[in-house]
């Protein structure tokens, strides 16, 4: 069965700072998507990694993918209050039996920017 | 461009009775997802539709849960007999499988399912 595990549960940071949230999976994928959820509301894709050596930025984030470690690492630079919110990973693609469309999500982490 | 729609935003209900709750997905997207999230969780798959057919429904946790996709558009997750334990936020998302879409997931607002 995949695991996604997502840390640390809960980030606390003050505004400027930077931070790596990290995201491990147990099986083989070929994709890794980060969401950002705002209280309250639904998910919002932020990015989409296909492949190993994967680097995306938007912004103040940045997302990088190494499938031969099983990880993800979303990097936060010089944070601002608007970036408070919840990130998910998520793993899809052809892992370890699932189904092509099913995405399974880690717990999430809760980031706070704190002036 | 329209997102994912889905009704009711909220419904609250007696244990023991039947509800609906419908999903309309992006124009033109072939595939559509339930899934479900409980307070402090991740979203947890439930079913997954590619045109009218479910191609996967393995997380649907029993027989009281069932999905349709009648005409490859609209899609209603129904829930018989419900219970206390099936409270939480359901998601809908599609995505389009054309090529370079990378199956991407676009979610709607949810509808939070409150079952007294």
């Known amino acids: 069965e995949l695991k996604v595990e997502q840390n640390p549960l809960f980030l606390s940071m003050q505004e400027g700072k930077n931070y790596t949230i990290y995201c491990n999976y147990s099986?083989?994928?070929?994709?890794l998507y980060w969401y950002r959820q705002d209280p309250g509301k639904s998910l919002e894709s932020l990015f989409v990694?296909?492949?190993?050596?994967a680097v995306k930025q938007e912004g103040r984030l940045m997302a990088s993918l190494d499938t031969k470690a099983r990880l993800s690492t979303l990097h936060i630079t010089a944070a601002v209050h608007d970036l408070s919110a919840t990130y998910f990973c998520a793993v899809g693609g052809l892992a370890g039996g699932t189904s092509y469309g099913k995405l399974t999500f880690g717990q999430g982490t809760i980031l706070t920017v704190h002036p | 461009g329209a997102g994912v729609s889905q009704t009711p935003s909220n419904k609250v209900t007696e244990k023991g009775k039947y509800v609906e709750l419908r999903c309309d997905p992006i124009s033109g997207h072939t595939a559509l997802y339930w899934y479900r999230q409980s307070l402090g969780q991740g979203p947890e798959f439930l079913i997954y539709?590619?045109?009218?057919?479910?191609?996967?429904d393995s997380g649907l946790p029993n027989d009281r849960f069932f999905a349709v996709r009648p005409e490859g558009s609209v899609s209603t997750l129904k829930i018989q007999r419900t219970e206390r334990g099936d409270s939480a936020v359901y998601l809908c998302?599609?995505?389009?499988?054309?090529?370079?879409?990378?199956?991407?997931?676009?979610f709607g607002p949810g509808t939070r399912l409150t079952v007294l």
């Open positions: 990694l296909l492949s190993n050596g």
């Open positions: 998302a599609s995505s389009s499988h054309s090529s370079g879409s990378y199956n991407e997931q676009f």
């Open positions: 099986t083989t994928s070929d994709r």
């Open positions: 539709f590619q045109g009218t057919g479910a191609a996967d």
